[in-house]
């Protein structure tokens, strides 16, 4: 079945650091790939999308390029700040119901 | 524009209790979904509406789940009885479209936490 597999964390940053958080993924079609984040006490928000091969999905600094030749997708940011510090989940969407699939989540710490 | 609602935030229960949650979707949305997030999970789909007709309730255990969607608006999930693995964080989530539209955004809500004792 269709699957997301992304790095477990803590990933434990100082600020003004490189990110990255890995995510490949299992899918029967042709999905759509999503990074959502968790910020604490709030709910889930959509922070970037890709919806086919090689699109890059980028927002609030953070980028993502839907690779298909390695089933990845990727989560960068140049430099975090504290205030990125939350949960972040990679998930793909696939067939006509646009039902999400998630990761696990990685969670993101970053000391000032 | 408002948000996705739900109710209550917390919620603590004995096992074979009863509980129920509710959530209204972004106005004019036509599609809503319920996840179950347990701690150190993912969101795993229990159930999706479209307008009020079920469109995939594959992962809902039936048995002791049950929700519905009365006017294609409001929606309420169940439990009964409850058990110590619903232990979770139960997620709205409505989009405007659903079927067929790719690229589509889902907006969550903040979530009703549920403890099973």
């Known amino acids: 079945g269709d699957s997301v597999t992304q790095m477990e964390g803590p990933v434990t940053l100082s600020e003004e650091a490189f990110l990255t958080i890995n995510c490949t993924y299992t899918a029967t079609g042709y999905p759509s790939l999503f990074w959502y984040v968790q910020y604490p006490g709030e709910g889930l928000q959509l922070l970037l999308k890709?919806?086919?091969?090689?699109d890059k999905g980028s927002n609030k600094g953070f980028e993502a390029t839907y690779r298909k030749e390695t089933t990845s997708f990727h989560l960068e940011k140049g430099s975090v700040q504290v205030s990125d510090s939350a949960v972040y989940f990679c998930a793909l969407s696939v067939g006509g119901f646009q039902k999400l699939v998630f990761g696990t989540g990685t969670r993101l710490l970053v000391s000032p | 524009e408002a948000g996705v609602a739900q109710s209550p935030r917390y919620k603590i229960i004995e096992k074979r209790q009863s509980v129920a949650f509710w959530c209204n979707p972004i106005?004019?949305?036509?599609?809503l979904y319920w996840y179950q997030q347990i701690l150190g999970q993912g969101p795993k789909l229990l159930i999706q509406?479209?307008?009020?007709?079920?469109?995939?309730d594959s992962q809902l255990p039936k048995d002791r789940f049950s929700a519905e969607r009365l006017k294609g608006v409001d929606s309420t999930l169940k439990i009964q009885p409850a058990k110590l693995e619903d232990s979770a964080v139960y997620l709205c989530a409505s989009s405007l479209f659903g079927r067929g539209v790719l690229q589509e955004t889902q907006y969550f809500g903040p979530g009703t936490r549920l403890l099973v004792l």
């Open positions: 509406f479209q307008n009020n007709g079920v469109v995939d």
């Open positions: 890709a919806t086919k091969a090689d």
């Open positions: 106005s004019g949305h036509a599609t």
